[in-house]
């Protein structure tokens, strides 16, 4: 009997290890001014990114991981014409115990010109996100959740994991998704076409009304809500 509970102890704790592990162990810290930059892109593998907003003007980025060796590259490339803050996995496929957090902070003030942000099987979770031009958030697995979104044009997409969009202010978009779920809450009406598309996840959209109006209004830009077998529901709200 003590053998089988032996077994199962190490078991759970190998699989579970990378859920419970404390992926604030920080074992990277950086910043840089963002005055000199002028986009910030990011492609992660297992690793998770959380992008929160601070008070200051630097762009502060830390990596929490219980493996040094494997953690994320992180580089400010500049030439005449631009400087991109870049995040990239180093290893494709996390081994048995890895965990690994990418924690970004951005200014208040701090708007880029472009935001794209990639995970594969880790979650991408953000407070609010301000871009100029667009923003690009993928996944493969991992869920992406955002609280709130400004730019001229959004495209989110996933493949299994769910998407959550709280506070989308953008001029248009595209989000699609195969299985996983959408939610998305709209908070001003669309300037251009806009798509939310989804193979066979429910979709959800809450849109605000502007002067009794909606998004789905025939003198309003052409506003496509598509799933093959998932449910559709769109509420408004005040």
Request: aromatic share 10%; with cysteine.
């Amino acid at each position: 009997m003590k053998k089988h509970w032996l077994a199962f102890a190490t078991t759970f704790i190998l699989v579970c290890f990378p859920v419970f592990a404390d992926s604030r162990n920080l074992v990277f810290n950086e910043s840089f001014a963002y005055t000199n930059i002028d986009s910030i892109i990011i492609s992660l593998s297992y690793e998770n990114l959380k992008v929160s907003q601070i008070y200051g003007d630097e762009i502060v980025v830390e990596i929490g991981s219980n493996n040094i060796k494997k953690i994320p590259q992180v580089t400010l490339k500049q030439d005449e014409l631009s400087s991109v803050l870049k995040i990239e996995s180093t290893v494709k496929r996390a081994t048995l115990g890895n965990s690994c957090t990418v924690y970004l902070y951005l200014p208040q003030d701090f708007i880029a010109k472009e935001l794209d942000f990639s995970v594969v099987s880790g979650n991408l979770q953000a407070d609010s996100l301000q871009a100029e031009n667009s923003i690009f958030l993928s996944s493969i697995s991992g869920r992406i959740d955002t609280a709130a979104c400004s730019t001229e044009y959004l495209l989110a997409s996933s493949v299994s994991g769910n998407i959550t969009m709280q506070k989308i202010s953008v001029g248009y978009f595209d989000i699609k998704n195969v299985s996983g779920k959408i939610f998305a809450e709209l908070e001003k009406a669309l300037e251009a076409k806009s798509k939310i598309s989804s193979v066979s996840g429910n979709i959800q959209v809450y849109y605000k009304r502007i002067k009794n109006e909606s998004p789905f209004s025939d003198d309003s830009p052409e506003f496509i809500i598509s799933s093959v077998v998932g449910k559709i529901e769109t509420v408004p709200f005040d």
